[in-house]
């Protein structure tokens, strides 16, 4: 489907001007798009103790989903440091949990153009519990 990719990645830019990254100094902004229509926003936000880091697109999502979301359409995903930033495994997961009937759109920069691709371009055959 088509969304306002360019207004989703400027969010995730701006989101990713409030990364609190000092160990790894790499700045990761989210923003999700959710099926109502509202767009959350996310960072990286890393921790003295290593493990405690969340990454931005989890960030995002959590945030959407805690507000009582139910459904993610899409996802634009931004890092100073990186072209074309590249969701992790685990937040590739957690994206995958709340992908409804519509696939979930992921969005990236390169080079100042944005790539547009399905979540399942990153994560075939996902798990999910059907209950
Ligand atoms: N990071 C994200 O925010 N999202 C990803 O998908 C990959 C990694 C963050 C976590 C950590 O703060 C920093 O990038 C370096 O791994």
Known sequence: ??????????????AAKMSY???SKFAVGASVLTKNGKIYTGCNIENSSFGM??????????????????EILAIA?????EDDCYPCGACRQVM?????????TVIT?????LNIKKLSDFL?????IHG
């Open 96 to 104: 995958y949990e709340f992908q409804g009937e519509n696939e979930i």
């Open 109 to 113: 920069e390169e080079k100042e153009n």
């Open 53 to 70: 880091t969340i990454c931005a697109e989890r960030c995002a999502i959590f945030k959407a989903i805690s507000e009582g979301e139910k």
């Open 124 to 128: 075939p055959y996902g798990f999910k």
């Open 77 to 81: 995903i931004y890092s100073p440091n």
């Open 1 to 14: 489907m088509d969304y306002d990719y360019k207004l989703l990645m400027d969010k995730a830019k701006e």
């Open 21 to 23: 990254s000092p160990f």
